[in-house]
């Protein structure tokens, strides 16, 4: 617990110096290898609060590496991976998530697509099914007009 | 003096377009072949004229016309000229005047090209492109000048976004646009069509060669949009579903769309009011790309010099036209009506498949896009909508139609039987199969995203040769396969692109390595197979830059292959840091290093990926591009467009 503490520190004094900073950096990089792959999981599904459309994963922004901190921090705690977004979601709102959740005016977000292609495929069913059973379309049906050009062709 | 001349230039092109929005319509509909005739000289003095306005600029640009607003917040006189040049379209106003002028050539071109269109649907095709160009020449003058002078000018410039200062700003946003706007001659030649009333074969074989024109650019365009994200934002993504790229991805979805329904137009003369409302949707969708951009509503990386007030008035553009359009499209659709009769398994009905499929997957992303604008107004929540919900939503329908296309594309006109098509296609099945099972064999224990994505992708490309190859007869007949029409070698080059694009992106996706860590100079490190060791670095100054280079060696047992440059940079005049990753490129997989902060224990922080087919995506899209060519040069669409010049004479049988 120390160890975190102390590198917590040295993370707290870099960003206090506002060095630049790039992505997950490898003092970040946690010695356990399971926990560091769902960390890199998680991170990826947050979203960087001050960047644009950038996961926390991705961004340069200090902000966003105190938050890949704080994921590390709750997975070493024991937290699973669903506490961890809670516990980030309790903080910061359900902006930081990239995949927003179905509670809710969502669902209307994630079923969207399956409902709209039920009626396209409805709508395309129905028009496929006329056009099977339409009668052959006679092909010498032309206009008056047509025929009376044809007539004067004819003609010369 | 020259802004003056452009500013000039640019009012009388205005007023010009004014013209020919009215004159030529009154023409067609009273039928005077003077008025309708106008539509021509005036096209070609409108793009002139828009021409002289961007060359100005461009001149201002160049010569560092710190008198000129737009060139004193976008430029500096130590930029490189390529830049200059290219920065010309780095910022809003210059982006727009680009855009019109895009308009205007291809009004232009379409009164250079269209000898053969009957008189009054040229002149109305000529009058709704003016028209597009009349709304955003008033947009241009009213709220977006660029030949706004300063009273006081600075005694330089206040340099152009350093993200910007790369070769794929010269590339990049001009194909875009001519695809986006290219979209604006499908649009024209739909609303037109409804104001005739009258959709036919002939119509399908005009609509197309633009359509598909601009499809290939949009194609071209987005692709080097991609590579340049990969490359320059420094950590190899392709890809962000950001509102921008999604901006430019729905013309696309739509475009794809539009070009195989308006094969169903010119060979069966059915889909008609379906291919008419295609065409106006996606030129909507353009503009909503551009009120998107603009408006900066919805926030990406883009947004540069976006405003709330221009986002309002691209909004009444695009309340207009697509309104208008769709007003008209709901007063004339019924009289088009279908005269082609098909069975329920037919190439008619696979390419419905083809249009379901597309034009849903478009209206996910758009959903999703305009998702958290939506849920903040009307259901007080502030969320996101990032790429897992895309890769969730979007990829499904990608897959059905990977799996749908070989099929659907040897299915004959008419009336076919699935089981004939399934069994020609049994080959590239049997191909599909085998290549997944020996990768699912090679990387046991990792996601099944790879190996699906490679059965698609196999499917789909060997799908598309044995498709051409069944074209030359039953027998196979190598001769023929080189006397094939253009048009079937484009369908299978492009289909074959899809192919290798959708097989690049589930590899890179799947079995991409990385590799983060603290080096010391000297100090050899391996990654998935590589030594890499960082030498040196060095602090260079760049023209107006001031750059740390990492000079890293790459080798593979033992063997030198490359010695890359990995670089940041920092631009003093715009203040912001840049970071320029090293690719070492080759066929089977990029080796990509970005250099990172020095340490306090005087190391450095080195990044490595190991992305394998990451070229292979924009071969895909540059094949599906020039699969769009193959079939843009073929004979049918030459000899239409002549066809009124040339009525005997014929063409000597191939």
């Known amino acids: 617990m120390t160890g975190l503490l102390k590198r917590f520190m040295a993370v707290l004094m870099l960003v206090l110096l506002a060095l630049p900073v790039a992505a997950v950096q490898p003092d970040e990089v946690l010695d356990d290898p399971l926990l560091e792959e769902r960390a890199r999981d998680l991170s990826k599904g947050l979203r960087c609060l001050v960047c644009r459309n950038e996961s926390i994963d991705e961004s340069n922004a200090g902000l966003a590496r105190d938050l890949r901190l704080l994921v590390r921090e709750r997975l070493v705690a024991g937290d699973s991976d669903d506490e961890v977004i809670a516990f980030v979601v309790d903080r910061y709102g359900e902006y930081v998530l990239l995949r927003p959740t179905s509670d809710g005016a969502n669902m209307l977000l994630w079923a969207a697509g399956p409902i709209m292609l039920l009626l396209a495929a409805l709508t395309g069913f129905f028009y496929l099914r006329k056009r099977a059973s339409a009668p052959a379309p006679t092909e010498a049906a032309l206009t008056e007009e047509e025929r009376q050009r044809l007539r004067e062709l004819l003609d010369e | 003096m020259t802004a003056e001349l452009g500013h000039f230039a640019l009012i009388l092109a205005f007023l010009v377009a004014v013209v020919q929005m009215v004159v030529p319509l009154i023409g067609a509909h009273r039928r005077w072949p003077g008025w309708m005739a106008m539509a021509e000289p005036a096209a070609t003095a409108q793009f002139l004229l828009t021409g002289f306005a961007f060359g100005a600029l461009m001149w201002a640009f160049i010569t560092s016309d710190f008198s000129l607003r737009l060139v004193v917040l976008n430029s500096h006189s130590a930029k490189p000229m390529l830049y200059k040049i290219s920065g010309t379209w780095g910022n809003h106003e210059g982006s727009m005047l680009l855009w019109v002028l895009i308009v205007t050539l291809f009004g232009a071109m379409a009164a250079w090209f269209g000898a053969g269109l009957p008189p009054t649907l040229k002149a109305r095709v000529l009058a709704v492109q003016s028209a597009i160009a009349v709304a955003f020449f008033a947009f241009i003058l009213f709220t977006s000048n660029p ?21 794929g700003l010269a590339f990049h946003p001009p194909f875009l646009y001519l695809g986006y706007v290219g979209l604006s001659m499908a649009f024209s030649f739909a609303v037109a069509a409804l104001i005739e009333g009258r959709v ?16 290939i650019f949009l194609t071209i365009g987005i692709a080097l949009g991609s590579w340049w994200a990969y490359y320059e934002l420094g950590w190899g993504g392709f890809w962000f579903w950001d509102p921008v790229e999604n901006a430019s991805f729905m013309p696309w979805l739509l475009a794809a769309a539009l070009l195989h329904s308006a094969i169903v137009v010119e060979k069966r003369e059915a889909l008609k009011s379906w291919t008419i409302l295609l065409a106006i949707l996606a030129f909507g969708f353009s503009l909503i790309g551009t009120f998107i951009v603009r408006s900066g509503l919805l926030t990406s990386v883009h947004a540069f010099a976006n405003d709330p007030e221009r986002g309002v008035f691209i909004l009444g553009i695009l309340a207009f036209f697509t309104g208008g359009a769709l007003t008209l499209y709901a007063a004339r659709a019924q009289a088009m009506e279908a005269k082609g009769v098909f069975g329920m398994v037919s190439r008619e009905s696979a390419l419905v498949l083809n249009n379901i499929l597309l034009a849903v997957s478009c209206f996910v992303v758009f959903f999703g896009t305009m998702w958290p604008m939506v849920a903040e107004m009307f259901f007080d929540r502030k969320l996101s909508v990032g790429a897992p919900f895309f890769n969730a939503a979007f990829t499904p329908f990608m897959v059905v139609l990977g799996l749908a296309l070989p099929l659907g594309s040897v299915l004959p006109w008419k009336r076919g039987k699935l089981g004939r098509a399934a069994w020609s296609m049994r080959y590239a099945f049997g191909l599909a199969v085998a290549v997944t099972l020996l990768v699912w064999a090679m990387q046991t224990g990792r996601s099944a995203l790879g190996p699906v994505g490679v059965f698609l992708g196999v499917w789909v490309t060997s799908g598309a040769m044995v498709d051409l190859w069944s074209r030359t007869g039953r027998k196979g007949n ?37 590799d983060i860590r603290v080096t010391q100079l000297g100090e050899p490190f391996e990654v998935g197979g590589f030594t890499l060791t960082l030498d040196k670095v060095e602090r260079l100054a760049g023209p107006n830059y001031f750059a740390t280079t990492g000079s890293v060696r790459l080798e593979r047992d033992g063997r030198a292959i490359a010695t890359l440059r990995p670089e940041k940079r920092d631009y003093p005049v715009a203040r912001m840091p840049t970071t320029e990753a090293a690719i070492d490129y080759r066929i089977m997989r990029d080796v990509y290093v970005v250099l990172g902060d020095e340490q306090a224990n005087g190391g450095w922080t080195v990044r490595t990926y190991i992305k394998p087919f990451a070229n292979w995506i924009w071969a895909g899209c540059l094949m599906m591009a020039l699969g769009g060519a193959l079939s843009l040069s073929d004979r049918r669409f030459r000899v239409a467009a002549g066809a009124r010049r040339a009525p005997t004479g014929g063409v000597p049988a191939e």
């Open chain 2, 478 to 514: 190598l001769g023929r396969l080189f006397r094939l029409p253009r048009a079937d070698w484009g369908k299978a080059v492009a289909h074959s692109g899809l192919g290798v694009t959708i097989f690049a992106i589930a590899g890179l996706t799947a079995w991409e390595q990385e």
């Open chain 2, 200 to 215: 036919d074969a002939a119509w399908g074989r005009w609509v197309r060669p633009w359509t598909l024109a601009a499809w």
């Open chain 2, 147 to 167: 030949f706004i002078r300063l009273a006081v000018p600075p005694f330089d410039g206040q340099d152009l976004n350093p993200l910007l200062q790369d070769p």
